[in-house]
């Protein structure tokens, strides 16, 4: 599997990912998952992105990555959570990655993201549809 650096995070990633909807019960269940990350890592894809908004999808690779030796890069993402989510709360932020990472039994997330910034309107807290404005 080719790799490329991923931005300017100096991160080699697989140029091929595992997304996360699917990893979730929105998807064909535990065991299918299950063979399906494993088939993923042994193919050579070392990045997978997940997102609180997927319904179960932390926590459901979490438990399947608990089982994986081989160094991963995670995303995930911030957001959905807690209930109502402001993300101009550092508290509700911090939330928000502490239990994406319990959820993924993970010391760090290599790479955090805020879900669907770019959807001007979709949060009450977007006050504009000019980006730099926000």
């Known amino acids: 599997m080719h790799t490329s650096t991923l931005g300017r995070t100096g991160l080699k990633v697989s140029q091929l990912a595992l997304g996360g909807l699917f990893t979730s019960s929105l ?8 063979k399906l990350v494993f088939d993923a890592v042994d193919l050579g894809i070392n990045y997978i992105d997940t997102a609180p908004a997927y319904a179960d999808s932390e926590e459901t690779l979490g438990k399947i ?16 959570r807690p209930k109502p989510f402001d993300p101009r709360n ?4 911090r939330e928000s990655v502490t239990e994406s990472l319990r959820l993924l039994h993970r010391e760090v997330i290599d ?9 001007p309107l979709q949060y009450p807290w977007w006050t504009s549809v000019d ?4």
């Open 65 to 80: 990555l608990k089982e994986i030796k081989t160094p991963l890069i995670i995303s995930t993402k911030l957001g959905g």
């Open 27 to 34: 998807g064909p269940g535990f065991e299918e998952t299950k």
């Open 111 to 119: 790479v955090l993201m805020i879900h669907e910034p770019d959807r």
């Open 90 to 93: 550092k508290k509700q932020l």
């Open 131 to 134: 980006p730099l404005q926000g």
